[in-house]
C-alpha cells in the first residue's frame, strides 16, 4: 500500500525545545490521525484531524491538516522528558475502508 | 476499563508451528484489525474485519489466518508458512470501519522465532 512520508527520522532535543515533524503524501487523504508509541506499548492516538485546514491542539500538541489535503504537521512545545517516544502520523481515505496508511516514524530523544 | 486486551505478551513459535494471538475489545467496535510492526518501520496491515463473520486481506496478508466470530474476538494465527514471523503485532479496533473513524491499538503480542 502506499506509504506516507514521515520526516524527521529522529529528533534529539534538550528539554524545553520545541519539536516538529511533518507527513506527506502524494495522495490526498480526509483523515489525519497522530499517535505516540512508546517501547513495549502500542500507539494511542494524540490528535484527530478531519477538515483541510483544520489546527487542533492537545495541551503542548498542536497539529494541522494541510490545505491541499497531502500533509500534516504535528507540534510538540516546551518538550518535557515524558514526550520521548515514537510519533507516527496516519491517514485514512474515503476508499480505503477504515485501512490507515502509516508514517515510519519519528523518534524523539529529550534530553534534561 | 474499556480497552483492547492483546495476549500473551510475548509469544515464542517453533519451527513449523503455528500460534495464535488474542485480541479481545469491550469498546463494542464493529471494526478490527490487526498490524504488523518491524523495527524502524510504521505499522503494516495484516487483516482487518468490518463486521463479525466478515473479514478482508490486508497489504501481507500472506502466512496469516484470521476469524471474527464474535464482536468482541479477533485472534489471528502465524502458520508455518510465514517464514519470517519474527515482529511486533498490533490489534486495534474502530466504532466502524470509515474514513472519520480513528482506530484504538491494544499493548502488542511481541512473537519471537525459538
Known amino acids: 500500500g502506499q506509504q506516507l512520508n514521515q520526516s524527521p527520522q529522529s529528533m534529539f532535543i534538550q528539554e524545553g525545545e520545541d519539536v516538529s515533524m511533518n507527513c506527506t503524501s502524494s495522495?490526498?487523504?480526509?483523515?489525519w490521525l497522530w499517535y505516540k508509541q512508546e517501547p513495549g506499548e502500542g500507539p494511542v492516538l494524540l490528535i484527530a484531524l478531519y477538515k483541510a485546514g483544520e489546527l487542533t491542539s492537545n495541551g503542548r500538541l498542536t497539529a494541522q491538516f494541510g490545505i491541499t489535503r497531502k500533509d500534516s504537521f504535528l507540534n510538540i512545545s516546551a518538550s518535557i522528558p515524558s514526550d520521548v517516544g515514537i510519533y507516527f502520523c496516519a491517514g485514512l481515505t474515503t476508499d480505503s475502508w477504515g485501512k490507515l496508511q502509516f508514517g515510519a516514524g519519528t523518534q524523539v530523544v529529550v534530553t534534561p | 476499563d474499556g480497552g483492547i486486551t492483546q495476549s500473551p505478551k510475548y509469544l515464542f513459535r517453533k519451527e513449523g508451528q503455528n500460534v495464535t494471538l488474542s485480541c479481545e475489545q469491550n469498546l463494542n467496535h464493529d471494526a478490527m484489525y490487526w498490524y504488523r510492526q518491524d523495527p524502524g518501520q510504521g505499522l503494516r496491515l495484516i487483516y482487518y474485519?468490518?463486521?463479525?463473520?466478515?473479514?478482508q486481506k490486508g497489504d501481507i496478508a500472506e502466512g496469516y489466518s484470521v476469524s471474527r466470530e464474535k464482536k468482541e474476538s479477533f485472534p489471528l494465527t502465524v502458520t508455518s508458512a510465514q517464514k519470517n514471523p519474527t515482529a511486533f503485532y498490533l490489534c486495534?479496533?474502530?466504532?466502524?470501519?470509515?474514513?472519520?473513524?480513528?482506530?484504538?491499538f491494544g499493548d502488542g503480542t511481541r512473537l519471537s522465532i525459538l
Open positions: 474485519s468490518q463486521i463479525v463473520n466478515d473479514f
Open positions: 495522495s490526498i487523504f480526509n483523515t
Open positions: 486495534a479496533s474502530s466504532i466502524v470501519a470509515r474514513a472519520n473513524q480513528p482506530q484504538h
